[in-house]
């Protein structure tokens, strides 16, 4: 009769800490995937449905592939799957009619549905620890007083690059874009959009840079291991 396999209290810690990290990342998968489900059944402008999640579907899979050679921390994990479902309620509704900001506007007496701007807050507010993660995992610019100000310039840049698609897109579609610029009759949208994006990666950066650091060293010490 073989002997049962003894393991140290240590050994047991290590993989009860690693058994999370393997179960989030599914979970999130799992959410995200239902959620994108939902948002693609009947939605009210198929086009704008795909012009809006497009990051995601592009998105998930290129974090599945590469999630075993270069895996991210959980804290980017759930960002990621947060705004994948901010972008999944905004492409099934439209973002200037989901009904969540249609209940604030009326409740705060705004002169518009609030989601869009909603939304480029997240768009500033997530994709700040995504370049803050890989900057601070591919360049030496760990600990370095430039990363936060590089991070937030790099989340307007895509902001900026993001208005510039949405331009392109209005161009090409013409009126059938109107769902998607959610412009609203608002002259300045652009400039307000990428302001809240601005305000968003500023506001990560402020808040979640040291829970961040620590989660990047727990990843680099798993990586030793």
Same mark, same amino acid.
């Given at each position: 009769?073989?002997?049962?396999?003894?393991?140290?209290?240590?050994?047991?810690?290590?993989?009860?800490?690693?058994?999370?990290?393997?179960?989030?990342?599914?979970?999130?998968?799992?959410?995200?995937?239902?959620?994108?489900?939902?948002?693609?059944?009947?939605?009210?402008?198929?086009?704008?449905?795909?012009? !809006?999640?497009?990051?995601?579907?592009?998105?998930?899979?290129?974090?599945?592939?590469?999630?075993?050679?270069?895996?991210?921390?959980?804290?980017?994990?759930?960002?990621?799957?947060?705004?994948?479902?901010?972008?999944?309620?905004?492409?099934?509704?439209?973002?200037?009619?989901?009904?969540?900001?249609?209940?604030?506007?009326?409740?705060?007496?705004?002169?518009?549905?609030?989601?869009?701007?909603?939304?480029?807050?997240?768009?500033?507010?997530?994709?700040?620890?995504?370049?803050?993660?890989?900057?601070?995992?591919?360049?030496?610019?760990?600990?370095?007083?430039?990363?936060?100000?590089?991070?937030?310039?790099?989340?307007?840049?895509?902001?900026?690059?993001? !208005?510039?698609?949405?331009?392109?897109?209005?161009?090409?579609?013409?009126?059938?874009?109107?769902?998607?610029?959610?412009?609203?009759?608002?002259?300045?949208?652009?400039?307000?959009?990428?302001?809240?994006?601005?305000?968003?990666?500023?506001?990560?950066?402020?808040?979640?840079?040291?829970?961040?650091?620590?989660?990047?060293?727990?990843?680099?010490?798993?990586?030793?291991?």
């Amino acid at each position: 009769m073989p002997e049962p396999i003894l393991t140290s209290p240590s050994d047991r810690s290590v993989s009860e800490k690693r058994a999370p990290r393997r179960s989030l990342p599914i979970a999130l998968v799992v959410v995200v995937v239902a959620a994108m489900a939902l948002s693609a059944w009947s939605p009210r402008d198929p086009t704008t449905w795909l012009l !809006e999640t497009v990051w995601v579907l592009v998105g998930l899979p290129l974090v599945l592939l590469s999630r075993r050679r270069f895996p991210l921390t959980n804290l980017l994990y759930g960002l990621l799957a947060a705004h994948a479902l901010v972008l999944a309620v905004g492409g099934h509704y439209t973002y200037a009619q989901v009904p969540l900001g249609d209940w604030v506007r009326e409740w705060l007496g705004l002169d518009r549905n609030p989601y869009d701007r909603f939304g480029h807050l997240v768009q500033g507010f997530v994709p700040a620890v995504l370049v803050r993660e890989l900057l601070s995992r591919t360049s030496p610019l760990r600990g370095s007083r430039w990363l936060a100000p590089l991070t937030v310039c790099a989340c307007l840049a895509f902001s900026a690059a993001f !208005e510039m698609f949405e331009w392109a897109a209005a161009l090409i579609g013409g009126h059938a874009t109107n769902d998607f610029l959610a412009t609203q009759s608002d002259v300045w949208d652009t400039q307000w959009d990428m302001f809240c994006a601005l305000i968003g990666a500023t506001m990560s950066v402020l808040l979640l840079s040291r829970a961040h650091d620590r989660q990047l060293d727990a990843l680099g010490a798993a990586e030793q291991r």
